[in-house]
């Protein structure tokens, strides 16, 4: 949906579910609708949590926040990485529509996002930490009032930056504020703020942490809690990947236990404030990280590690505690499942499913298979080709545009360590969801012609020179340009 579709519809869409344009001027007789936090942390792969059944890693506050609320066992990224998912996150679309297609594009101002939504039903809505959805030069990292902001009013955001003990952001003026605090401790000092001053009306807050994403580097009370040589590594663990050993996953470890004190502590306002019963905690992350599983490195591949994330809400006023659930929730979901749940419309373009039944115990049946995308190669994480994929509750399988890659029967092999896309025994299985794959790609408009062969992703090409919207842009501009750019390949 357009900007200009959007607002000539909104009206008639909120009206039609019985809602005003400000539910903060109309509804003072009535129960206030939910506020909603959604915390984002990077890179937070959804095994790595206590409740997930992890042996090391130290998660007290979270594993509390599942136990009071549901835990999402299957909760996947469907394209794990940072700024495409991002954009799914936030539209209920694919990549394929969004248009963010590569890391470190621009997201069109004409998507309409949550931001857009939950301001115009009359919530407040702010934004604070990472934003990567702007393209161009990561830093400094200023994202102007407007169109840009896709919604959020409130502000205490920069584009990108991993520099977690010298960071800054930005207001409504191009002004960076430095500190020199571990990041996930000031982003949350900057939500707390946004919750003190959000009293007075519902509000949707997302707050978008940069750990645990690398460097893996945490204060040295939380790197102290975890000795490498006591890890438990799983089967799939592959010892000597540079990057991904015992040292930088205790320091991943420690990251994690940071962040778990901050969710802590924004629970703990929200009690204060009296919040607690009536606002919405969605914990969540982008993508995983491999971490030497299958011998790789980052994300943007086919594996649990990498497409699974964390998945927890908790709302005591609106959804049953205790429960968990295998239901399969992707990305795609999170924004009508959102909007439903505070009683908004969602919008009939939106290609994610409404989750909010299976998130507030009224059936236990969901999607059957969830599907992934990435369009192009990244040479630095070890990925050589454009791929698609398809999850059920049994099987993963993966495709390039060439033919099967990989299948894995997730029931007796969790850790997907025989890949069955060889197998004469399982080619009727691998056939059917080829197919199931390639119908659904026609049917939601994906297509191999918008994959590319050329290192896009490598090297910094789409933030360290200009601002690029879409990946043709750029490979147009490479060609021009070959002192600064590598020779591009084919589009």
């Excluded at 009293?199 to 750990?211: E, K, N, S, V, W």
């Excluded at 919405?280 to 699974?308: A, C, T, Y």
């Amino acid at each position: 949906m357009d900007r200009r579709k959007f607002m000539k519809g909104a009206a008639g869409a909120f009206a039609s579910v019985g809602l005003p344009h400000s539910i903060a001027e109309t509804r003072t007789d009535a129960k206030r609708p939910p506020n909603v936090i959604f915390i984002l942390p990077d890179e937070w792969r959804g095994q790595a949590l206590g409740c997930m059944g992890n042996p090391d890693v130290q998660t007290p506050h979270l594993d509390r926040l599942a136990s009071e609320g549901i835990l999402m066992r299957n909760t996947l990224a469907n394209t794990p990485v940072c700024c495409p998912a991002r954009s799914v996150m936030l539209t209920g679309t694919y990549t394929s529509r969004t248009g963010m297609v590569a890391n470190d594009l621009r997201l069109d101002e004409s998507k309409i996002t949550m931001g857009d939504l939950f301001s115009q039903a009359g919530y407040r809505t702010g934004y604070v930490g990472k934003w990567h959805l702007d393209g161009g030069p990561r830093f400094p990292g200023y994202v102007p009032p407007g169109r840009r902001r896709h919604g959020f009013q409130h502000w205490a955001a920069n584009e990108c930056n991993h520099n977690y003990f010298y960071n800054w952001y930005f207001r409504d003026e191009n002004v960076p504020i430095v500190t020199e605090q571990y990041e996930p401790e000031f982003w949350t000092q900057l939500a707390i703020e946004f919750l003190y001053e959000s009293q007075d009306r519902p509000f949707f807050l997302m707050l978008a942490i940069g750990a645990p994403h690398d460097p893996y580097i945490a204060p040295q009370k939380y790197l102290d809690l975890y000795d490498p040589k006591n890890l438990t590594m799983e089967p799939n663990w592959v010892e000597g990947v540079r990057g991904a050993g015992r040292k930088e996953i205790a320091a991943y470890y420690a990251a994690i236990t940071a962040i778990d004190d901050q969710v802590g502590l924004v629970q703990r306002t929200l009690h204060e404030l009296g919040l607690e019963e009536n606002t919405i905690v969605l914990f969540s992350s982008d993508h995983g990280n491999m971490l030497g599983s299958q011998g790789k490195i980052l994300k943007r591949k086919p594996w649990e590690e990498s497409i699974r994330v964390p998945g927890i809400m908790r709302c005591p006023g609106l959804i049953p505690s205790g429960r968990k659930t295998d239901a399969l929730i992707s990305h795609v979901d999170f924004a009508p499942t959102l909007l439903s749940l505070c009683g908004l419309p969602v919008p009939t373009d939106m290609q994610g499913t409404d989750q909010s039944e299976i998130v507030t115990g009224k059936r236990e049946k969901g999607s059957d298979a969830a599907f992934f995308q990435i369009f192009g190669p990244y040479h630095a994480g070890g990925v050589e080709h454009a791929w698609r994929g398809i999850r059920t509750e049994r099987y993963m399988y993966a495709r390039w545009e060439s033919g099967p890659w990989l299948l894995y029967d997730l029931e007796k092999d969790p850790y997907e360590m025989n890949n069955l896309v060889e197998d004469a025994s399982a080619k009727t299985v691998r056939d059917e969801l080829d197919q199931r794959l390639l119908t659904w790609m026609a049917r939601e408009g994906d297509s191999w012609s918008l994959d590319w062969t050329a290192p896009v992703e490598d090297g910094g090409r789409l933030f360290d020179y200009r601002t690029f919207r879409t990946v043709p842009e750029y490979l147009t501009w490479a060609s021009k340009h070959p002192n600064l750019a590598p020779p591009v390949g084919r589009n």
